[in-house]
């Protein structure tokens, strides 16, 4: 009796995490994957079609039922949103779908008696636009998906590359794992001897150059982004420095490209390094330095056998944490970079507030948490081996 009650308080003790993670973070989690699988527009406002298109082989020339049965559903459709959302889904997958439903709309709400759609519009006789729409009427599909990564599936059903210029969703994720990856360098070159001047100190200059590190993390991002806008200008601060010092005769292009990106978001980003390796470095013995000196062993050489290998579990978590923070980042490629330099965020942004169209910002969302599981992942592995060493 005594173990039930042990077991019952221990989940009583759980219970508000467990929760809260279902709540705030599963739910949500569920919910982009929906969005970004889910596809029932069409099977919802088109029921006499979706039932008609069932049987068609998709090859032959559609049959007097399908054109009859779609005209009903265009006619008992009420609410415009409703049609403009199936508009919207059918446009996406056969262009010119948008103008078509115009014209046929109009044409089925003026006629008493069904009418063949092949008599208001020729196009309503071409097997591509029904294939269009029964390819619409599954609740669920992988287009969104596939898309993400710009593929598709051709007529006969087979997943292919999309063609160029038709989506570029592709190389805008390299972009983003590209900036990512050298933000990531940026700031372990600049992390990794921060942190071991940090630990080298003592009293209250370890203090002041901890809270120059934290500094960042209690200032707003939009306020620390819109500072480095000021300073990156041409007539900026690092601009004018630089040429007043004769180092440089015209200001450098610092704003709205890459460069400028990359310094904002090492900025940002460098607390994320310095405090992962700090807490490493701290729990290394100080004496292990001077022993290899006394041994004989050069300072570069010390470090490299010696303190680096023992650094290397905090610069792995430092990396994962930039590098995870920055696949993510909107605000500051939105505000420094120029179009060429937009990261996928404001990608999903787009789809999310500028299309309404969910399920591709759902869709983005998942590669991007793939992505970051993968690394976890990895790293997780990475840690179990030098645990295990």
């Known amino acids: 009796m005594s173990a039930f009650r042990q077991n019952i308080g221990t989940f009583a003790l759980v219970l508000p995490l467990t929760l809260f993670l279902a709540v705030f973070f599963l739910w949500p989690l569920l919910t982009v994957l929906e969005q970004a699988v889910s596809d029932?527009?069409?099977?919802?406002?088109?029921?006499?079609?979706?039932?008609?298109?069932?049987?068609?082989?998709?090859?032959?020339?559609?049959?007097?039922?399908?054109q009859i049965a779609l005209a009903e559903d265009l006619k008992s459709i009420d609410d415009d949103q409703n049609l403009g959302e199936v508009v919207r889904r059918l446009n996406s997958a056969q262009p010119g779908f948008r103008t078509l439903?115009?014209?046929?709309?109009?044409?089925?709400?003026?006629?008493?008696?069904?009418?063949?759609?092949?008599?208001?519009?020729?196009?309503?006789n071409?097997?591509?636009?029904?294939?269009?729409?029964?390819?619409?009427?599954?609740?669920?599909?992988?287009?969104?998906?596939?898309?993400?990564?710009?593929?598709?599936?051709?007529?006969?059903?087979?997943?292919?590359a999309m063609p160029d210029g038709e989506s570029a969703n592709r190389a805008i994720l390299l972009r983003t794992f590209t900036v990512a990856a050298v933000v990531t360098v940026a700031t372990c070159l600049i992390g990794l001897p921060y942190a071991m001047l940090v630990a080298a100190s003592s009293g209250w200059r370890r203090q002041l150059l901890l809270a120059a590190v934290l500094l960042p993390l209690w200032t707003s991002l939009l306020v620390r982004t819109a500072a480095w806008y000021i300073l990156l200008q041409d007539k900026g601060l690092i601009n004018s420095f630089l040429v007043s010092l004769g180092l440089v005769r015209d200001p450098l292009p610092l704003l709205f490209n890459r460069t400028g990106v990359i310094i904002a978001?090492?900025?940002?980003?460098?607390?994320?390094?310095?405090?992962?390796?700090?807490?490493?470095?701290?729990?290394?013995?100080?004496?292990?330095?001077?022993?290899?000196?006394s041994l004989g062993a050069r300072p570069i050489r010390a470090f490299l056998q010696i303190l680096l290998p023992l650094t290397l579990r905090g610069i792995a978590s430092g990396g994962l944490l930039v590098f995870m923070a920055a696949l993510g980042y909107y605000i500051t490629p939105a505000l420094i970079g120029g179009p060429k330099d937009q990261m996928i965020s404001s990608v999903i942004a787009f789809y999310a507030t500028?299309?309404?169209?969910?399920?591709?910002?759902?869709?983005?969302?998942i590669v991007l948490l793939a992505a970051t599981i993968v690394l976890y992942g990895v790293y997780g592995r990475l840690s179990t081996k030098t645990a295990g060493a």
């Open 40 to 66: 029932p527009v069409v099977s919802q406002n088109l029921p006499r079609t979706t039932a008609a298109v069932s049987a068609w082989n998709r090859n032959s020339e559609p049959s007097d039922e399908m």
């Open 101 to 124: 439903m115009r014209k046929t709309v109009a044409a089925v709400k003026d006629s008493a008696e069904p009418i063949k759609l092949g008599e208001v519009d020729a196009r309503w």
């Open 126 to 160: 071409d097997p591509a636009f029904w294939r269009a729409i029964a390819e619409a009427t599954y609740p669920y599909t992988d287009r969104n998906l596939l898309a993400a990564v710009d593929l598709q599936h051709d007529t006969s059903g087979t997943i292919v």
């Open 265 to 293: 978001m090492t900025h940002v980003l460098l607390p994320f390094m310095v405090l992962p390796i700090y807490s490493v470095l701290i729990a290394i013995p100080r004496n292990l330095m001077p022993a290899a000196a």
């Open 354 to 365: 500028g299309s309404a169209n969910w399920g591709m910002a759902g869709a983005l969302g």
